[in-house]
């Protein structure tokens, strides 16, 4: 192995290490303020560790069996030219680790109702996901279904949790369909609450998978962002902010084969997954402006796209060629191409995503 090559998978295993040691502290520090020891029903440690231990081990299979298909990586020939050697990497990877994190939480919460509910919403938006992964394998392109197909069947599940939400919250009234600020500002939204609530799962989703773009970047952030929303959902429905924190863990667990340099990609069948898991969590629990604040870096992904393409169309000239507002989106990339090492760009928004977390729980509505 290269010198450079080895100094990045020891900065690689280094920072999951931290960032795994960082959860586990975190989550014992709230078990210990608000659990009443020795039950440990409504621990997010157990739930988090348990979930990474099982991903860890069954990725210790699953990975080699994706090489053994053959299901790699096709890499954009216009991207960063340091992401050509990535080819043929496995992706897929959604397949191992949001199963087992789902399958876990099921069986520590007895089925729950609410984390039933989120439980196929997730397998559901994986399974889209998988549609379009397996796609592209089979085409041998980066091309899978159609974009339109792929937004109608994230649209159709988005109002199919919301009719569940609608027949079986009904006892709520008013109080379902209200958005909570801070300092106790309500938003009564009435029936314009599920075209907001269809949106949000639909942009979630979208921006988790398009945040899914470098070594350990979504399952980083995405980890964090569920045990910031697992801290905020404690006190309203524990079972919730466990199934949160046992899907923060089966992140931690496909970082152990994702991380720089990654063995496995996690798919759309993964970032899509997370996606619908972090808003259908919010919005069963009545907490989509501190989902607004922890998916500040998918948001602002996201926005990086549209200027992108927003600015390019607007200044296109007669040979119908535009200008780029940034060198690629989304945003990590023209990151990257500035100068950016790839372990920088995750380590910083690892950093930021903390932040957000932190920020989210301060400043519930």
């Known amino acids: 192995m290269a010198p450079a090559s080895k100094k ?36 997010l440690t157990l739930p988090m560790l348990l979930s990474a231990a099982a991903t860890a081990m069954v990725g210790f299979w699953a990975v080699p069996w994706l090489q053994a298909i ?21 992706t897929m990877g959604g397949i191992f680790f949001v199963p087992v994190g789902i399958l876990l939480a099921l069986i520590w919460f007895g089925g729950a109702p ?19 992964d397996w796609q592209i394998l ?46 106790g500002i309500a938003l009564a939204l009435g029936w314009g609450f599920w075209a907001l609530a269809v949106f949000v799962l639909v942009a979630e989703s979208n921006a988790t998978n398009l945040t899914d773009g470098l070594d350990g970047l979504a399952g980083g952030t995405g980890a964090i962002a569920f045990l ?27 970082l152990a084969y994702n991380r720089n340099p990654a063995k496995v990609f996690m798919g759309d069948t993964g970032s899509l997954a997370i996606g619908g898991a972090l808003a259908g969590i ?10 607004f604040l922890l998916s500040g870096i998918f948001f602002v992904e996201t926005l990086s796209v549209i200027a992108q393409v927003g600015y390019y169309k607007a200044t296109k000239n007669e040979d119908g060629v535009g200008k780029r507002l940034l060198k690629m989106a989304p945003l990590h990339h023209h990151l990257e191409l500035s100068g950016w090492s790839e372990m920088k ?17 301060f400043w519930q509505g």
Request: hydrophobic share 55%; aromatic share 12%.
């Open 8 to 43: 990045i998978q020891i900065s690689g295993t280094l920072l999951w290490f931290a960032l795994t040691t960082i959860a586990i502290a975190a989550t014992l520090l709230w078990d210990w303020q608000h659990l009443d020891w020795p039950d440990p029903s409504n621990s």
């Open 70 to 90: 053959k299901a790699g990586q096709f890499i954009r020939e216009d991207g960063p030219q340091s992401h050509l050697k990535k080819a043929g990497t496995p």
């Open 114 to 132: 609410n984390v039933l509910a989120v439980a196929l919403l997730s397998l559901a938006y994986a399974f889209v996901g998988f549609l379009d």
């Open 138 to 183: 089979q085409r041998r392109s980066n091309k899978g279904i159609s974009p339109k197909m792929k937004l109608l069947l994230q649209v159709v599940l988005a109002a199919l949790f919301c009719l569940w939400l609608a027949f079986t919250q009904a006892n709520d009234g008013s109080r379902l369909t209200t958005v909570w600020l801070p300092g």
């Open 228 to 254: 910031g929303l697992a801290a905020i959902v404690f006190s309203q429905d524990p079972t919730l902010a466990g199934f949160a924190a046992g899907f923060a863990g089966s992140c931690l667990g496909f």
């Open 282 to 291: 919010a919005l069963l629990s009545q907490n989509l402006w501190s989902l």
């Open 345 to 361: 760009v995750v380590s910083v928004f690892y950093l930021i995503e903390a932040g957000l977390a932190w920020l989210a729980w």
